[in-house]
């Protein structure tokens, strides 16, 4: 299971150290260089898949992400899940949408989980949320009358 905080794209903050492959973290599998090269593919992938495709947009990963999130809610199977959920204070935000682990089940969102985060963890978090706070707030710009 590979956990990933943050906004989509080349602004999300990967956590190896909360990566699992079997239950065996990553960070036993596998050497800081190859981790840090997985990393940084995760955060252009999306790029990278619609580079592949041509045309459209990398669609294929948050479908199935969406897909594992309806059957947890349907089966009510308190999955651990990255999703982007309103925060209300956790893990020092407020009033915004990032993707954060959330257990989903028949409820939903039913709660976000707060892991600990390094300081260089907890900075790539804080840029991530200053690029989403940027989309979010050049996006109102375009709808906002006057």
């Known amino acids: 299971m590979a956990m990933v905080l943050g906004g989509h794209g080349d602004s999300m903050v990967p ?9 065996v973290p990553v960070t036993e599998l596998l050497d800081d260089e190859v981790i840090e090269r ?15 495709l041509k045309t459209g947009s990398a669609y294929y990963a948050p479908g199935a992400s969406v897909a594992k999130m309806v059957e947890a809610v349907i089966k009510d199977e308190k999955r651990l899940l990255a999703a982007s959920v309103y925060l ?14 959330t257990i989903i089940g028949g409820g939903g969102a039913e709660q976000i989980l707060e892991v600990d985060l390094t ?20 996006l109102d710009s375009f709808y906002s009358p006057g």
């Open 88 to 101: 209300r204070g956790q893990y020092g935000y407020r009033d915004i949408f990032l993707g954060v682990p």
């Open 38 to 52: 997985l990393a940084a593919r995760t955060r252009t992938g999306g790029g990278e898949i619609v580079g592949y």
């Open 119 to 138: 300081a260089q963890e907890q900075q790539a978090l804080d840029r991530s949320a200053a690029a989403v706070q940027e989309g979010v707030t050049l």
């Open 15 to 23: 956590l190896p150290r909360y990566t699992s492959v079997g239950g």
